[in-house]
């Protein structure tokens, strides 16, 4: 889970930092004293979880909190108690009083990964591709394999194909680990192979090339 921190205090900064390393599996990718400067952040990283100040210079942390982009979590940290109605107003996982016990920051993390648990097992995994002027929201576990086909990706779906203009690094980004990249031009899902050797892949009557460079993930991952 990555994670940034944002409070115009340094100690405060100081201090989750030093909780956040309790937690193998929460990676802290910023800090900022600065809320606009980590606005910016937030609109070309990749972040799951937001520890935010309410009371700061300029831009309040209920501010910056409403320009967040959704999906993103959001933990409020502050002295003030007077702030907590608005704060679950814009859905804010948890309201943490300064000065924050470990303990305390560690049942706020513990709620963030209760959520997370419950939205993977609400969620079958779903992408959206744009063909043209369509769009498609098509189910991982349809898709059969991935060729790339020039600028574009040719999705071959049990019972359609589908061609998107994207990179085959921009293809494996929102696949889930079923799938996995065999060659320069082929990613394929797992759980469609019908049978493979050191060469190539067959999958319903497609036969998939498996190059020197991607074998031994490949037989790793089946293995």
């Not at 889970?1 to 340094?10: G, L, R, S, T």
């Not at 007077?82 to 305390?104: C, F, G, M, T, W």
């Given at each position: ?10 100690r405060a900064i100081e201090l989750i930092k030093n909780y956040l ?98 939205q993977t097992r609400d969620q079958e995994p779903v992408i959206s ?95």
């Open positions: 889970m990555k994670v940034i921190v944002v409070d115009d205090e340094p390393t309790h937690f193998d599996s929460v990676e802290l990718t910023g800090t900022f004293r600065n809320p606009m400067q980590a606005f910016g952040f937030l609109t070309k990283e990749a972040v799951d979880l937001v520890f935010l100040d309410i009371n700061m210079p300029h831009l309040s942390g209920i501010s910056l909190s409403r320009m967040i982009p959704p999906g993103i979590k959001i933990i409020f940290t502050t002295a003030y108690s007077e702030y907590a109605v608005e704060s679950y107003e814009v859905q804010a996982v948890d309201y943490l009083l300064k000065p924050i016990s470990l303990e305390r920051f560690t049942k706020a993390i513990s709620r963030v990964f209760q959520i997370q648990d419950q591709l744009k063909s043209g002027s369509k769009m498609y929201r098509i189910e991982t576990k349809n898709i059969l394999y991935l060729e790339k086909d020039g600028n574009y990706m040719m999705y071959h779906v049990t019972d359609q194909k589908i061609l998107a203009r994207e990179s085959i690094a921009e293809a494996i980004q929102k696949l889930p680990d079923i799938f996995i990249r065999v060659h320069k031009s082929f990613i394929v899902n797992i759980n469609k192979i019908d049978s493979f050797d050191k060469n190539e892949i067959r999958i319903a009557d497609n036969l998939i090339p498996i190059s020197n460079s991607f074998r031994t993930a490949f037989v790793e991952k089946m293995s």
